[in-house]
């Protein structure tokens, strides 16, 4: 918003000029032309003075008052500015129009709507349409008339300050949040030490740790933090990888920078640059990474964008040999998020597809509010939606994340209460929230030896056969975690070569919370003669032997398996449970092993290495006492008979 200096000053100096000021008191004029000089060298509150005394001798003073709004706005006084200006208007003088226009500004500034409204509403009548500020006043007039709307329909959320254990007599802001919950690392402005004392203060990293339900003493990350300003950052879902802001770094590429650390046994490595594409000779910042590690999202205000701060985003694949990211070229996420104003603090949620960001030029509130948007397509983002009051007000909110479980959400406000910037949390509304996220994690290993195995695991989508997430066990040996978003049925595969591949299926249509994941220990088979692994994502009706679509993902995964090593035969066998004849299921068992046989020929597999056989119920997994044993009993599995 433009300030009160280019709006009235210009005025006040051809009213200098001309020595048309509205009082006749040269003791007036004198003490305003001293608080004139005072406010051209910025010494507001000299010029305070100046005015005050100006008044004294000529309440009437209209310039003076003008003046006086100018300072208080310089100060970000808007509450004072108010008063001026509206003493200014009862005066009824030649700088009234404009001072319609600068009240209603200062009104909204203060969240104070309908007043604003009230004052572009008077600007309007008395400008004409020719006037420079008549479009910008209709289009304040809209912002008035949709904030009044939105403060009618404002939620019930209470957000609750998180206490002295996370919160402190310092500004503390952009939390971010591990998939478990249990982590919470954030920014905290701190007075400087050592080399950089002179700067007064500079942001820092704490975290927080939450045991039974309580969130514990925060601590500085002292492997991390520097004498220079570190802050804005997002850590994976594991809790391995840090990306976060930098500036005025010495191998920076811009102003201020994305970097990374990684975590190895609880020690973090010292910060890197991000490199480039993701940093530019521009402004890059507040990084946000995706829960199963695909995309950065963060803001930049570098060439190509929509106008300001745009929020982009750019696909990690994987890390090279030297531990440098390896990047794609940056996506500008679109017309849909991004407006010639300025969005920043984009936070990814761990679903994949729900985006909360803070923007000043999509309808809102006032300043910076904070928007929601979701992915459709994995292209289209839905046009953004206000996430309304309380949880925006007339002033800047920005930094808000959301749990796993997509039920709190986390952001820092200077609301009544706080001690300056404080971080709080509070319930979404159901329409605001994201898909739930559980997880699973575990640890991959030689079934023979038991060592950590460095393996590639695979999250898809059985219905439509698309990878939602890989990961793999290579940066803690052998551990893994992968998000797993719930109402989908997926197959999960773990794979590494010279053994067979591992398969599960994760059918969660039931909410499963964070904090009850899915942890397993995987052992792999060595490819030997004898080695057999359950294909857990093969389906056929009850009774029947077609196979079903869902069963393609888990079908070539076997088919690559069998590309990759080309001279392994493998016997492919079906199993039942015991409900029925026997007759019956081993007929059953043999026909659905041969589909299995049938898809894999048709698909390019030679036939010579494939044989198939049913074993009814025969060889069982588990009793079929219960209804989970018999489960386990109807499988498909493939064993390896030559190599």
């Not at 594991?238 to 046994?265: H, W």
């Not at 994987?318 to 984009?346: A, C, H």
């Amino acid at each position: 918003m433009k300030s009160l200096t280019t709006i009235l000053l210009f005025l006040l100096a051809l009213s200098l000029s001309a020595q048309e000021l509205s009082t006749t008191s040269r003791k007036a004029q004198k003490y305003f032309q001293s608080a004139y000089s005072h406010y051209q060298l910025h010494e507001f509150q000299s010029a305070i003075e100046e005015l005050n005394k100006a008044l004294d001798a000529d309440a009437n003073f209209v310039e003076a008052m003008l003046m006086l709004a100018d300072v208080y706005n310089e100060l970000k006084e808007d509450s004072l500015q108010v008063i001026y200006l509206e003493k200014a208007l009862q005066q009824n003088s030649t700088h009234q129009t404009k001072a319609y226009y600068v009240l209603g500004n200062a009104n909204y500034r203060l969240g104070k709507y309908q007043d604003a409204l009230t004052a572009f509403r008077n600007f309007l009548s008395r400008a004409s349409d020719s006037h420079p500020f008549y479009e910008k006043a209709e289009s304040k007039q809209q912002l008035c008339l949709f904030a009044i709307t939105l403060r009618k329909e404002s939620g019930n959320a209470q957000a609750k300050n998180m206490g002295a254990m996370v919160n402190s007599e310092y500004d503390e802001y952009w939390p971010s949040l591990t998939v478990d919950g249990k982590t919470l690392i954030y920014t905290r402005l701190v007075p400087a030490t050592g080399q950089q004392a002179r700067r007064h203060f500079q942001e820092d990293f704490f975290v927080s740790n939450n045991a039974d339900g309580e969130w514990q003493a925060a601590s500085p990350m002292s492997s991390i933090n520097t004498y220079y300003n570190e802050g804005a950052q997002s850590i994976s879902a594991d809790g391995k990888l840090l990306f976060f802001t930098a500036c005025t770094q010495i191998d920076g590429y811009g102003s201020c920078d994305i970097y990374y650390a990684r975590n190895r046994k609880g020690v973090w490595s010292k910060p890197q640059n991000a490199g480039e594409p993701v940093n530019s000779a521009a402004w890059e910042s507040q990084p946000s990474i995706s829960a199963n590690g695909e995309y950065l999202y963060f803001a930049s205000n570098r060439k190509g964008g929509k106008g300001g701060m745009d929020i982009w985003r750019c696909q990690l694949n994987g890390f090279y040999s030297s531990g440098v990211p390896r990047w794609s070229e940056p996506q500008n996420l679109g017309d849909s998020i991004n407006t010639p104003g300025n969005e920043t603090s984009p936070f990814i949620h761990a679903d994949g597809r729900t985006l909360y960001f803070a923007s000043d030029r999509h309808m809102g509130l006032g300043g910076f509010d904070i928007f929601f948007s979701r992915l459709v397509n994995d292209s289209c983002w839905i046009k953004p939606v206000n996430m309304g009051f309380p949880i925006n007000t007339h002033k800047d909110e920005q930094g808000l994340i959301v749990d796993a479980v997509g039920e709190r959400a986390y952001f820092s406000s200077d609301r009544p209460g706080s001690q300056g910037l404080d971080i709080y949390q509070f319930k979404l509304a159901a329409g605001m929230r994201p898909t739930p996220v559980s997880y699973v994690q575990g640890k991959v290993f030689d079934e023979a030896n038991r060592n950590p195995l460095c393996a590639q695991i695979e999250l898809i989508d059985v219905d439509n056969n698309t990878l939602v997430a890989q990961t793999e066990s290579c940066w803690e040996k052998g551990e893994f975690l992968m998000c797993l978003p719930l109402g989908k049925e997926y197959a999960f595969n773990v794979s590494h070569p010279g053994y067979l591949f591992h398969s599960e299926n994760f059918a969660l249509q039931q909410v499963r919370k964070a904090s009850d994941p899915i942890s397993l220990d995987i052992p792999l088979n060595a490819i030997e003669v004898g080695s057999a692994t359950v294909l857990r994502n093969i389906f056929f009706e009850t009774g029947k032997y077609a196979l079903l679509s869902q069963s393609k993902a888990e079908l070539e995964k076997l088919i690559i398996f069998l590309d990759k090593n080309p001279l392994v035969k493998i016997e492919i066998g079906g199993h039942t449970d015991t409900v029925g004849e026997a007759e019956m299921n081993q007929s059953l068992s043999e026909n659905r092993a041969k589909s299995v046989y049938s898809y894999l020929v048709e698909h390019g597999v030679n036939k010579d290495r494939l044989e198939y056989r049913g074993y009814g119920f025969s060889v069982p997994m588990a009793s079929n006492e219960t209804s989970e044993g018999r489960a386990k009993n109807r499988r498909t599995e493939f064993k390896i008979i030559a190599k």
